[in-house]
């Protein structure tokens, strides 16, 4: 008598491996593994929102797989590029409404894949150069409303060639150095207003960029003048063309006084010529006379020692005539 076939245990075994597998997946997790900081909300899209929770600090024990990270409207007054640089996922970070009040190349050093970042509503005083060069794929850039950021280096974005939307209204900026921005090809967006701008010759180069640019500042209307005191309220755009005329069809102080000193240096300088010239000349020709005196001296010897023995041959003549 035949016995009925057993169940096979390949497909139990398969099942069974299947399942320690996606546990191994869930446990490797850098979400699950590394948990969630203190105060903070992680989903299962990696994304961290930390937004209101009155931190002092920068949130420790990140996912490191993190992609999305907020931290806005907290008192935050660094962020330690130690904690941030091991999130090298990062593509999101807001940072606004903290208190920070610098940041710098090293912030941001291994953050490559960084699109957005939000510095508004911080205490920044400076931007730093190349503060932003780690940030290769920066997409949109906002600094608003630090009432103290007054400076921004010519090289702070030079080497963001994706950088599409600049925001920098409702600051200190009264100059800005515009050579790094011209050499973004993909920025199409720019935020100035809000700045008491300088409506002087050291920015003309911002205002006929403002004045020729124009589609590129939605806010143009309120980028207006800070300085001088004769400009205050005009639209930046506008004194582009006076500013050109002026700084460059008139003379100021300084300039006449250039003009001056470098008259009176040239001035000094043929007349010094003149009288060396002078002076070469009047010796030359002195020498050239005491040439043709000794050579006169010499012919005069010359002549004298030749004439001398024929004169006393005819003495000796006449003598005898006398004695005979």
């Known amino acids: 008598m035949r016995r009925a076939p057993q169940p096979s245990a390949r497909p139990l075994r398969l099942l069974v491996f299947l399942l320690l597998f996606l546990g191994a997946a869930v446990v490797s997790s850098p979400v699950v593994s590394a948990g969630c900081p203190d105060k903070c909300v992680c989903d299962e899209q990696l994304v961290v929102q930390c937004a209101g ?99 921004i280096h010519p090289d702070a974005f030079v080497e963001n060639e994706a950088l599409q939307v600049l925001d920098v209204s409702r600051n200190n900026v009264s100059v800005l150095n515009i050579s ?85 240096v040239i001035f000094a300088a043929g007349t010094v010529s003149a009288w060396l010239m002078g002076v070469i000349m009047v010796m030359y020709e002195r020498y050239l006379k005491n040439k043709e005196e000794q050579l006169d001296l010499e012919n005069e010897d010359g002549s004298n020692e030749t004439s001398h023995p024929l004169r006393g041959h005819h003495n000796k003549s006449l003598k005898n005539s006398y004695t005979v």
């Open 180 to 264: 790094s921005l011209l050499a973004l090809p993909a920025l199409r967006s720019v935020g100035l207003s809000g700045n008491p701008w300088s409506c002087r010759c050291h920015n003309e180069d911002l205002s006929l960029w403002v004045h020729l640019e124009s589609f590129k500042f939605q806010d143009e209307v309120q980028t207006v003048c800070g300085s001088p005191a004769e400009m205050q309220g005009r639209r930046l755009g506008e004194v582009g063309i006076q500013l050109q005329m002026v700084c460059h069809q008139t003379l100021g102080s300084w300039d006449f006084l250039f003009f001056v000193v470098i008259g009176f």
């Open 53 to 151: 929770q009155h931190l002092t600090t920068f949130p420790a024990d990140l996912p490191l797989a993190t992609r999305h990270l907020i931290i806005s409207s907290n008192r935050i007054a660094e962020l330690p590029p130690l904690a941030l640089n091991y999130l090298s996922d990062l593509e999101y970070l807001d940072c606004s409404y903290n208190s920070l009040t610098e940041v710098s190349q090293s912030t941001f050093g291994n953050l490559r894949k960084l699109a957005y970042l939000d510095l508004s509503f911080n205490i920044l005083h400076r931007v730093e150069e190349r503060t932003f060069g780690p940030l290769a794929s920066l997409v949109m850039l906002r600094m608003t409303n630090n009432p103290g950021l007054s400076e």
